[in-house]
T-cell receptor, first 114, second 113 residues
């Protein structure tokens, strides 16, 4: 089952602009993670935010989490052509036998034009 | 270097011919899993393992088998592949016991004709 819904499905911007991607989910979570995938290659972890955190930064990345709305956003500031990739949110459920499992959204395809 | 290694990267096979995709990790992770990625469907978990000899079904297990005889290896077995198993497959591993990132292999693009 798909936990996350990502919005937009595709985003096209110019180099230097900011890119914002949103993710919504349905069930209680332990943490939410964002991954990046270059075309057809493996996913690379970007950032993890725990359910008791509201905002986290890593370099040009800023992630927010609103557990009351079951949503998260990923902001990439001052984007570069090299940021062109697909971005996925993934939720880790709160405990039980599903602990460790990540449930992915469908992803946002980001294109950054030079 | 910490990594998850999948082989092969590309595979074309015929319907019904058994195949195995290997996955190995060098990070001593307890948790390993297999995902398939299809356009418009994102990544869906096929099987997972929480430790040696402990495996369980994910969201889309039909037509697949796995085994976990050693901690580092988690092969995916398709005993009788069908065209609807044409997909991009990823192996992933992580620690258990706390919020932690997953490490992914480079993927195996499987085509069943």
């Amino acid at each position: 089952s798909q936990q996350g819904e990502e919005d937009p499905q595709a985003l096209s911007i110019q180099e230097g602009e900011n890119a914002t991607m949103n993710c919504s989910y349905k069930t209680s979570i332990n943490n939410l993670q964002w991954y990046r995938q270059n075309s057809g290659r493996g996913l690379v972890h970007l950032i993890l935010i725990r359910s008791n955190e509201r905002e986290k930064h890593s370099g040009r990345l800023r992630v927010t989490l609103d557990t009351s709305k079951k949503s998260s956003s990923l902001l990439i500031t001052a984007s570069r052509a090299a940021d062109t990739a697909s971005y996925f949110c993934a939720t880790a459920n709160a405990g039980g036998t599903s602990y460790g499992k990540l449930t992915f959204g469908q992803g946002t395809i980001l294109t950054v034009h030079p | 270097e910490a990594q998850v290694t999948q082989n092969p990267r590309y595979l074309i096979t015929v319907t019904g011919k058994k195949l195995t995709v290997t996955c190995s990790q060098n990070m001593n992770h307890e948790y390993m899993s297999w995902y398939r990625q299809d356009p418009g469907l994102g990544l869906r978990q096929i099987y997972y393992s929480m430790n040696v000899e402990v495996t369980d079904k994910g969201d889309v297990p039909e037509g697949y088998k796995v085994s976990r005889k050693e901690k580092r290896n988690f092969p995916l077995i398709l005993e009788s592949p069908s065209p609807n198993q044409t997909s991009l497959y990823f192996c992933a591993s992580s620690f258990l016991g706390g919020p932690t990132e997953a490490f992914f292999g480079q993927g195996t693009r499987l085509t069943v004709v």
